[in-house]
């Protein structure tokens, strides 16, 4: 797999796994939207950075605490679409954000900011 370019691919996660992650590894996939729970973004975020082509993440769920997500150099759009978490991940996810080289698109939609 690693060898097709499938960077207009889009693909979707409800429930992943540390299988199904590695089979994602290093590949070239465009778009991945994960609606899933917090466990499953933090095992998607240890392969997330080696995917070469990443432009679009979207994500849905319940997220608390920091933010974990390894961001691959190429993302220039993220979405977060019926998310709640907590000001602590929204802030560090802006951070990693910034720590990019370059614009990043970031849309919300109905996100709630859990109270502290």
């Known amino acids: 797999m690693l060898s097709f370019d499938m960077s ?3 693909i979707f996660v ?3 796994s540390v299988e199904l992650f590695e089979i994602l590894r290093d590949t070239n996939i465009g778009t991945l939207n994960l609606f ?3 466990d499953c973004v933090s095992l998607a975020s240890k392969m997330m950075y080696t995917l070469k082509k990443l432009k679009k993440l979207i994500l849905w769920g319940t997220y608390s605490g ?3 997500l390894q961001l691959p150099e190429t ?3 993220v979405s977060l679409q ?3 978490c907590s000001a602590e991940w929204m802030c560090t996810l802006l951070i990693a954000l910034s720590s990019l080289d370059h614009f990043v698109e970031c849309e ?3 996100v ?3 109270p502290c």
């Open 8 to 10: 207009n691919m889009t």
């Open 14 to 16: 409800k429930n992943g």
């Open 36 to 38: 899933t729970t917090a």
């Open 66 to 68: 920091r933010c974990t």
């Open 75 to 77: 993302l220039q759009y």
């Open 82 to 84: 019926k998310v709640e």
């Open 108 to 110: 919300l939609w109905d």
């Open 112 to 114: 709630v900011l859990q």
